[in-house]
């Protein structure tokens, strides 16, 4: 003997939802997020250094900054330096700690005019740059 359909005997097969409306007040498949805590903005202790006692008297660096970086647990220290190459860390020139050695050398008075001013005078062999 044959099974005979009945309405209702057999269940509908529900289609899964995806994008937007999945996302519904209450639905199970919707993402809460929790807040998150904003990390503490890291602290930027800066101290200048005598750059010919660090580096020797045929030094080109003209500015020496340590710089200590201190945030939610952890600490970094870094030299920042100003010579004929402009200003770089010892982690590179996209460092966050060379604006803050800027900003101190600022407060000292140095500018870098010289610096730039010597680009268009002569080289080490005498000769003018092009």
Do not use: I
């Not at 580096?55 to 201190?70: H, I, K, N, Y």
């Not at 939610?72 to 190459?85: C, I, K, M, N, Q």
């Not at 966050?96 to 268009?120: D, L, Y």
């Amino acid at each position: 003997m044959a099974k005979t359909r009945k309405p209702g005997a057999v269940r509908k097969r529900r289609r899964k939802v995806v994008g937007m409306r999945a996302r519904r007040v209450g639905h199970p498949m919707r993402k809460t997020s929790k807040p998150q805590a904003k990390p503490e903005p890291a602290r930027f202790d800066v101290r200048a250094l005598d750059h010919v006692k660090k580096c020797g008297p045929g030094t080109s660096v003209q500015v020496l900054f340590r710089v200590d970086e201190r945030s939610a647990g952890d600490s970094r220290t870094h030299l920042v330096f100003y010579d004929r190459h402009g200003w770089y860390c010892e982690h590179g020139r996209d460092c966050p700690a060379v604006p803050h050695a800027q900003r101190e050398a600022r407060k000292f008075g140095f500018t870098g005019a010289a610096h730039a001013a010597s680009h268009h005078g002569s080289t080490h062999n005498g000769r003018m740059r092009a």
